[in-house]
């Protein structure tokens, strides 16, 4: 069974500051990893993923996370935020064993972004 | 750009009356998901359906409810008997043919059960 811990619920930031939003998963196997963002009223857009090779992995939005394996870990960074970035964001994993796509999610981490 | 869509947006129901949830996935996709998530909590997985049966089910999907891809387009979820405790956003997704890893989501249709 895979697991996913977000440990912040919430992260307030300063626009133009940079954030990290932690995300640690467990599995017995070797997973996938995405991050997917959620706006106000909206359904998830995947942010970014790690599938293989390089463990650092650069999405939409300037968005960019790392793949640490032996810390077990994929936190999501930006360098400098922006009032638009304020959404729910979630951690995910899935078996890339397995024939489809199922994910599982964290708790998700509320961004604020303030000026 | 292909995407998912999900009806109604948001529905108001009795407790006890039956729901259906429908879904347009994305027309070339195999696989398909129904997720669910409780305000102010994760989002949760429900079911996986792939080709014309269920590949997965979690413990939250029992025998209230249902799945079915009735004419090769629309996706639906029907909820039996609904609960209060069934209000939730429920999301629909679908994925590509082989284990590309990424899911593509509708809005998501908000049920709200008094």
């Known amino acids: 069974a895979q697991s996913v811990t977000q440990l912040d619920s919430q992260v307030p930031v300063f626009e133009e500051a940079p954030v990290e939003l932690r995300c640690n998963y467990s599995s017995s196997v070797s997973v996938y990893l995405f991050w997917y963002v959620q706006y106000p009223n909206q359904g998830l857009q995947l942010l970014l993923k790690y599938l293989s090779g390089s463990t650092l992995v650069k999405g939409i939005n300037g968005f960019e996370a790392e793949f640490n394996k032996s810390q077990t870990s994929f936190h999501l960074r930006k360098p400098s935020v922006h009032i638009s970035d304020t959404a729910e964001y979630f951690c995910a994993v899935s078996d890339p064993t397995g024939g489809g796509n199922k994910l599982t999610f964290g708790t998700g981490t509320q961004l604020k972004v303030e000026l | 750009e292909p995407e998912v869509t999900q009806t109604p947006s948001h529905q108001v129901t009795q407790m006890g009356q039956e729901v259906i949830l429908r879904c347009v996935p994305i027309?070339?996709?195999?696989?398909f998901y129904w997720y669910r998530q409780i305000l102010g909590q994760k989002v949760e997985f429900l079911v996986s359906f792939y080709n014309n049966e269920i590949s997965e089910k979690s413990e939250i999907f029992d025998d209230q409810f249902s799945v079915e891809r009735p004419d090769g387009s629309n996706f639906t979820l029907k909820i039996r008997s609904t609960k209060l405790e069934d209000s939730a956003m429920y999301f629909c997704?679908?994925?590509?043919?082989?284990?590309?890893?990424?899911?593509?989501f509708g809005e998501g249709s908000r049920l709200t059960v008094l």
């Open positions: 997704a679908s994925g590509g043919q082989g284990n590309t890893g990424e899911l593509f």
């Open positions: 027309s070339n996709h195999l696989y």
